[in-house]
């Protein structure tokens, strides 16, 4: 009888033996290695281990490691498959028990487990780079992922910085260029660079694979994939708003690793209902997150379009799909908007939001965002509220990047104004506004939708100024009220630039004294923090921490309540004569108030506020448990799935 065909009950024999009897140096590892590993039994056999008894047995363990490392290092048959499941599941299950540590690391892989995890770091990532087989490949990357996702909490998980050297970033660089790779590996590969952000290892980790993200077509290579699942979760989206009727053929097509392994086994039958839940594959936003924050090199190919290799086998794309990637993520982004109720949802969108931060941050992008001849229609979804149903916008051909994005931000400031508020996402969204703004007023270039960004603006200073007393222990109001009266100063102090035409002037002085209370509450409310914070250090030794934004908001205020003051008391004498004013009426006393009207002239106003992205550490290792999370809510394993004799004859022409 074959050894394959003794399979599970002599392997579980030899587990019971190693874990149970204590009996290893009996083993004949060649004969193991070569029976099909039973996962469910091994996990089983780990557990009933008494926990105290666990560190006692370390020699066990190491025995073990060690010889499924050498496995990986010099076997490339069906021995390479049963060491990798044997080791990730072994390592995985300790993991569990004693949490992932330098004593872990020691108890599972002796003394000299810097020397055995560095070898097998290098030993998966040659099968990787230098092996025919995509059999191979797909097992060392299941195995690198295991290792990657062992820890839920990756700040504790002391594996991952085993497979930042460079042997190992030369890896992306082999599957970014590969399009082969790319489609059966892509993905996977995704996974890995989204898990580049741990804390004592993030800096090193990207400064290692800068080099790759310098080539250019590694760059291309990540595009594709990035820009093919932008375009998948697109038609997911559409069709779930009933945008799209065809079936999705496109998204049986973005990985071949299912083919293959459907080849010797089974075919996973995948959810067909096509429900978008971008939060589930928020690992594709951390990790371009992660390459932008590494090269900016990647920055011009943003403004591209995808190759056609990325798109469905036949060559078939409509509509969106031929757009840039930079646009295709503006589109995507208004998706990702329209639904911020639960959690997974905000972190997906503040991810989408510090990536158009990062992206507005860059010159060469706004330069290329106020190109008339990049100008493209971009479709943005628009969503549903009480007083109008949802509606796919498809954009004006005619109508610049700056526009579009403008015009995105603007409906998300009016459609989040919610009791839970997302002053974190709020921040951003007007640090990116700011940015665009600032970037017109010195190119002397008009803003476009500009009516609809400034009522989104007011819309936010309305919404704080009518719930600061319980939006205070939320976050700092004061802060985000000041981030958009600056702004708004912009369009009062220069919208000779900034304003398409007078009578936009007009609507400008209209709108806020139309508005005046909402500017009367803010500057009452700072006033009142300002007054209490001046008792307070009246009455205390030790003076209190001091907030600046409160006095910083007053100051910002000063000319819209010039404004205000200015105007309203004519209007008054005016309506007490003739009753109450038309809109015509008021707009006329407006034109004839600009003459006597002194407003000051800020200094700053074009300096915005660097972004401290180092602040957003934290929250992306959040999102990178998040990424944890999601690998083992959705993974099925792969010895699940395989026909294990077939595996064997796949393997079968390898060396021994």
Not at 312 to 333: K, Q
Not at 387 to 412: C, I, K, M, V
Not at 456 to 472: F, I, K, P, T
Not at 585 to 611: I, T
Request: charged share 20%; hydrophobic share 40%.
């Amino acid at each position: 009888m074959s050894l394959t065909h003794l399979g599970p009950s002599k392997i579980n024999f030899l587990y019971q033996q190693i874990f149970e009897q204590g009996s290893i140096d009996a083993v004949n590892w060649n004969e193991f290695f070569l029976l099909h590993f039973n996962g469910p039994f091994l996990r089983d056999v780990l557990f009933r281990i008494p926990s105290e008894q666990l560190p006692t047995l370390s020699p066990l363990f190491t025995e073990m490691t060690s010889q499924c490392v050498a496995v990986i290092g010099s076997s490339r048959n069906i021995k390479f498959y049963n060491a990798c499941s044997t080791l990730t599941t072994t390592v995985f299950t300790l993991a569990n028990r004693l949490g992932v540590s330098p004593d872990f690391l020691e108890i599972v892989f002796s003394d000299q487990f810097d020397v055995t995890l560095r070898k097998l770091a290098s030993s998966l990532a040659n099968v990787l780079k230098n092996e025919n087989s995509i059999y191979l490949k797909i097992i060392a990357m299941d195995a690198i992922i295991f290792l990657h996702t062992t820890c839920t909490e990756l700040t504790q998980n002391s594996l991952i910085p085993y497979f930042f050297c460079e042997e190992f970033s030369q890896v992306f660089e082999a599957i970014f260029r590969d399009s082969e790779l790319r489609s059966t590996l892509g993905a996977d590969t995704i996974k890995i660079l989204a898990l580049l952000k741990t804390k004592e290892r993030s800096v090193k980790s990207l400064a290692e694979l800068k080099p790759v993200l310098d080539d250019n077509l590694a760059i291309m290579g990540f595009l594709q994939i990035f820009s093919t699942w932008l375009r998948i979760s697109s038609d997911k989206f559409l069709f779930s708003i009933g945008q799209m009727s065809d079936e999705l053929d496109a998204i049986e097509t973005f990985s071949k690793k299912s083919e293959y392994i459907a080849s010797v086994g089974i075919r996973h039958n995948e959810d067909s209902s096509y429900e978008p839940n971008f939060s589930e594959e928020v690992e594709f936003l951390l990790a371009f997150y992660n390459v932008l924050a590494c090269s900016r090199k990647i920055m011009g190919s943003l403004l591209t379009a995808p190759p056609a290799e990325c798109f469905s086998e036949d060559g078939a794309h409509t509509g969106s799909h031929e757009h840039s990637v930079v646009c295709s993520l503006l589109t995507f982004a208004s998706y990702v908007f329209s639904d911020l109720k639960e959690e997974p949802s905000k972190q997906c969108a503040k991810v989408t939001l510090l990536l158009l931060l990062r992206i507005a941050d860059d010159g060469y992008i706004q330069n290329a965002f106020h190109d008339v001849a990049l100008s493209a229609a971009v479709p943005l979804y628009i969503k549903p509220q009480l007083h109008r149903p949802g509606q796919l916008d498809y954009g004006n051909s005619n109508q610049t990047l700056a526009t579009t994005l403008l015009s995105l931000l603007s409906e998300f400031l009016r459609s989040h104004l919610s009791r839970n508020f997302l002053f974190d996402h709020y921040q951003i969204a007007v640090s990116v506004i700011h940015r665009i703004v600032v970037h017109e007023k010195k190119s002397r270039l008009r803003t476009g939708c500009w009516k609809q960004l400034f009522l989104g603006l007011m819309s936010v200073l309305q919404y704080l100024g009518s719930n600061e007393q319980h939006l205070a222990a939320a976050g700092d109001v004061f802060r985000l009220a000041t981030q958009v009266m600056v702004v708004v100063n912009l369009f009062i102090t220069y919208g000779d630039v900034l304003l398409p035409d007078a009578s936009s002037y007009d609507f400008l002085y209209y709108e806020i004294v139309r508005q005046h209370g909402v500017f009367t509450r803010l500057n009452h409310a700072a006033c009142t923090v300002l007054q209490k914070q001046s008792l307070e250090g009246c009455e205390r030794s030790v003076a209190p921490l001091k907030n600046d934004w409160p006095s910083k908001l007053i100051n910002q205020l000063m000319n819209a309540l010039s404004i205000v003051n200015h105007i309203t008391p004519k209007l008054t004498d005016i309506s007490m004569k003739q009753g109450t004013l038309s809109e015509e009426q008021v707009l006329k006393v407006v034109q004839e108030s600009f003459d006597s009207l002194n407003l000051k002239l800020y200094d700053g106003l074009d300096n915005f506020e660097c972004f401290d992205f180092q602040q957003e550490e934290q929250f992306l290792i959040e999102v990178g448990q998040s990424v944890v999370k999601n690998y083992w809510d959705r993974r099925i394993p792969i010895d699940t799935l395989i026909v294990y004799s077939k595996l064997v004859e796949k393997l079968s022409t390898m060396a021994l």
